[in-house]
């Protein structure tokens, strides 16, 4: 990857409507009861509760006004009856959350997003607390940030999703990082903390999250790298008006 090229072809930031954004909101947190219900089926047992909740779900999105800003895939997502969706379709739905604390934390819902390498999804005191919103909550709490402040978000998690794939096609690659690759780590690194983004560790790494991505486990950084790709897209799309919601699926994750 030619990191300095990509970090430098920034999008011109013309932000998305409200109504759009809080739409997109909206269908993002009932995905994400949607993947906890499934969790509590594989957990507890199948129950004619916890399909009736999926029913209710589905049936309050499509009343509301952001039923409109539903894909295809997240209207499938909604439609299938519990423990009835097939492995490979799940991504979307376990993502939702991540693509909620992005953009949720951009227009002032989460103060704070969990420190890399945990994602959202692993913060139940987050999940409780985007469960806990309603479309009112949603609609009447959601601030839209400036397009400096946008910008400025996407911009660092371009950088944080950049490390991560780098460490990622080195972990596939036997662990070791090339000596151009530590070169380029060494550079964005330093561009990154003269602009203010980021601090560095003395050996010249990002300072990103609780500990250095070169410490993450395997496991780790195969996460977080799907984690900031949602991320980054989430983001990407809040900074462009009339783009549409791409949905993440299986293949693009590798």
């Known amino acids: 990857m030619d990191h300095s090229d990509e970090?430098?072809?920034?999008?011109?930031?013309?932000?998305?409507?409200?109504?759009?954004v809080i739409g997109r909101l909206v269908v993002l947190r009932?995905?994400?009861e949607r993947s906890l219900l499934e969790a509590v089926a594989e957990q507890e047992g199948h129950s004619d509760e916890v399909e009736e909740r999926?029913?209710?779900?589905?049936a309050e999105l499509l009343a509301s006004r952001a039923g409109a800003s539903l894909t295809p895939e997240?209207?499938?997502l909604l439609q299938t009856p519990i423990d009835q969706l097939p492995d490979e379709e799940s991504t979307p739905m376990i993502l939702a959350a991540e693509a909620f604390g992005a953009i949720g934390h951009a227009c002032g819902l989460i103060r704070e997003l969990p420190l890399p390498p945990i994602p959202v999804g692993g913060n139940e005191e987050l999940l409780e607390h985007i469960l806990s919103l309603s479309v009112e909550d949603i609609e009447a709490n959601a601030t839209l940030p400036t397009e400096e402040e946008a910008a400025a978000?996407?911009?660092?998690?371009?950088?944080v999703h950049?490390?991560?794939?780098?460490?990622?096609?080195?972990?596939?690659?036997?662990?070791?990082?090339?000596?151009?690759e530590k070169e380029s780590i060494a550079s964005v690194a330093k561009e990154a903390e003269l602009s203010g983004l980021f601090h560095t560790y003395p050996s010249g790494d990002l300072?990103?999250?609780?500990k250095p991505v070169r410490k993450w486990s395997d496991e780790e950084v195969e996460m977080y790298y799907v984690v900031t790709l949602q991320q980054r897209?989430?983001?990407a799309w809040l900074c462009s008006n009339g783009q549409d919601w791409i949905v993440i699926a299986d293949e693009d994750e590798e």
């Open 233 to 235: 897209d989430a983001l």
């Open 162 to 180: 950049w490390r991560v794939d780098v460490e990622f096609g080195a972990r596939l690659n036997g662990g070791e990082l090339t000596s151009e």
């Open 30 to 32: 009932a995905l994400v």
């Open 54 to 58: 999926r029913f209710d779900l589905l």
């Open 207 to 210: 300072r990103i999250g609780n």
């Open 74 to 76: 997240e209207l499938k």
């Open 7 to 20: 970090l430098d072809d920034f999008i011109t930031i013309e932000l998305q409507p409200r109504e759009a």
């Open 153 to 159: 978000l996407l911009e660092v998690i371009e950088v």
